[in-house]
């Protein structure tokens, strides 16, 4: 099975985004409801709770779940010409579906492990 799924230190990945932000430790620990000293544990750490991860990527408005799986995965015609023209039953091929979908530009929501482990 191909999966694409990297190792990640979600405590580094906190620290520089915590860091691009501007925010101080205390702040950040205000933002997800723990003391500092907690927060100085939490960015030692490699590994982290996903409803904690969840409240760290709401505060620091990032979503940290998409640095473990980055591939976006691929999506049928059929699924694309939904989100193209809203209609399940528009029966196109590929290539006519990538011409159509390059030449509008529209952005379409592809599912990426974010929205999985979200879900579980």
Known sequence: ???DIKHVHVGQAID???NELGLSKSELGRK???PQQHINRILERETMETSRLIKVS???DFNFFSLFCPKQHHISAHLAAVSLDGNA???I???ELAVQLSSEKKETYLP???SFL???
Request: proline letters at 0%.
């Open 16 to 18: 520089k985004r915590r």
């Open 118 to 120: 979200r879900t579980v």
């Open 112 to 114: 990426n492990c974010s």
């Open 58 to 60: 709401e505060a620091l």
């Open 93 to 95: 091929g590929d290539a």
């Open 32 to 34: 997800i409801g723990v």
């Open 1 to 3: 099975m191909d999966n």
């Open 89 to 91: 039953n528009n029966l």
